[in-house]
């Protein structure tokens, strides 16, 4: 069977569950299609895939691009979306069964009733993929994500806080024509947590995985404030915590010749964009673990028995996935911007609120006495890290695997992918 798969353009997570969706899909032939940092995570794990398309007009009305991917689409079998709606609405134009996959139902905002997009997705046009984006176009990016869970064959849900909530009412809408909704715990590369090699010599003290970072605001050269506040506070880490004699600084702004090595006092920090596997291995033995809070790196860490500390929020998907998970150890102990700058509020809209945060780390990057505070209180934060016992740290794993338990990832799909022929 063809499969044609791609996933939102939004950081590594949505690519990253793309990878594990489609590793435990063998036996099919799997072409990736989209462009930006999912095609570049996608092209480095290109094993994960029979074919990278890159560049191929998903989220274009016109042109050569689309018409390809039209094609591509029509020529398929099965489709499979992480999160990208517009490919779930070609999908549907095309007359393709589509399953979307979805880590953060809970966190899409909602500007109208459910009804009203509901109502929107009844009466989509399929005589094209420009007239059905048309007839969509009132919807914001948010609402633009349910509507394809709406029109979508089947939905595919990672269990987090607030989600079953979200799927229930989905299913009330009782309309008998939306998806299929199944509940998921992690989707994580399942075969890559389990056959990392046996346990060897730590090459680094400390790993810190900053994740995909780019988004619809966030690049690697423009609104990249965080990314220069990281640089400015990686070298007085390395002053600060003598244990920390070798560090690993992994993510996608140190991709395509961006990486970087920084020595200071003898120590170093090596900054790298790996494969997803070669990551794992450093999740699984490396001591001390600093990661972006970004739900696919946690499941990760979950899944090898860690437990990570969470760095400020680059984005507000991060401030929404930290404030849902506070009542854990992990969200309590969470840096945070509002450890620097506990008056400043961030909106709570997704690009409102990710502006906000870009003009707090520019903020704390430019002057000497906010900074001075970040670094005291981001040292506190590992000091506090740094002491948790074994048991603690077991404990903190533990309640998060509880909170976001849900059926096995293989056995979902299994029931809504048939097996190859």
């Known amino acids: ?19 594990a969706v489609s590793r435990l899909l063998t036996g099919h032939e799997r072409i990736f299609v989209g462009d930006g940092v999912a095609a570049a995570f996608a ?57 979307m996959v979805d880590s953060l139902l809970s966190f899409w905002q909602l500007g109208r009733p459910l009804a009203v997009i509901r109502d929107l997705c009844e009466s989509l046009p399929r005589s094209s993929f420009s007239a059905a984006d048309r007839h969509l176009g009132t919807l914001s990016p948010h609402e633009r994500v349910v509507a394809a869970h709406l029109l979508a064959t089947h939905s ?15 299913v009330a809408l009782g309309s008998g024509a939306g998806p299929a909704m199944h509940l998921t715990g992690s989707i994580v590369d399942v075969d890559g947590l389990r056959n990392l090699p046996p346990a060897a010599e730590p090459e680094y003290d400390l790993l810190i995985n900053v994740g995909g970072f780019k988004n619809f605001l966030l690049d690697f050269d423009v609104h990249n404030d965080y990314m220069r506040l990281l ?52 999740v699984a033995s490396t ?41 854990t150890h992990f969200g309590r102990m969470a840096a945070r911007f509002a450890d620097v700058l506990p008056g400043h509020h961030v909106p709570e809209d997704d690009f409102a609120g990710t502006a906000a945060l870009v003009e707090i780390a520019g903020r704390v990057r430019e002057d000497d006495e906010l900074y001075a505070g970040f670094r005291r209180t981001f040292n506190e934060r590992i000091e506090h890290y740094l002491s948790l016992t074994p048991a603690q740290r077991r404990q903190g794993v533990g309640e998060l695997r509880e909170a976001l338990a849900g059926d096995p990832l293989s056995s979902v799909l299994a029931r809504v992918i048939a097996p190859p022929r």
């Not at 595919?156 to 989905?170: D, H, I, K, S």
């Not at 970087?260 to 494969?275: K, M, Q």
């Open 43 to 99: 092209r480095r794990n290109a094993d994960a895939f029979d074919d990278i398309r890159e560049g191929t007009g998903i989220h274009d009305t016109t042109g050569a691009g689309s018409a390809a991917i039209d094609d591509l689409l029509k020529a398929s079998d099965q489709v499979v979306s992480v999160m990208d709606a517009d490919l779930v609405v070609r999908s549907v134009v095309a007359g393709r069964p589509v399953v």
């Open 231 to 282: 640089h400015r506070w990686i070298a007085d880490l390395l002053r600060d915590w003598g244990r920390f004699r070798r560090v690993l600084v992994c993510g996608g702004p140190f991709g395509e010749h961006r990486e970087r090595d920084v020595s200071v006092a003898g120590r170093r920090a090596s900054c790298r964009f790996l494969a997803q596997r070669e990551l794992l291995r450093h």
């Open 1 to 19: 069977m063809r499969i044609v798969m791609g996933a939102q353009n939004c950081g590594f997570g949505p690519a990253a569950e793309l990878v």
């Open 287 to 327: 001591p001390h673990y600093l990661l972006a809070p970004g739900l696919t790196a946690l499941h990760e860490s979950l899944s090898l028995g860690r437990l990570p500390l969470a760095i400020h929020e680059q984005h507000y998907a991060h401030v929404f996935t930290v404030r849902r998970l506070e009542g």
């Open 156 to 170: 595919v849900v990672q269990n987090f806080p607030g989600a079953t909530e979200r799927m229930a009412e989905l």
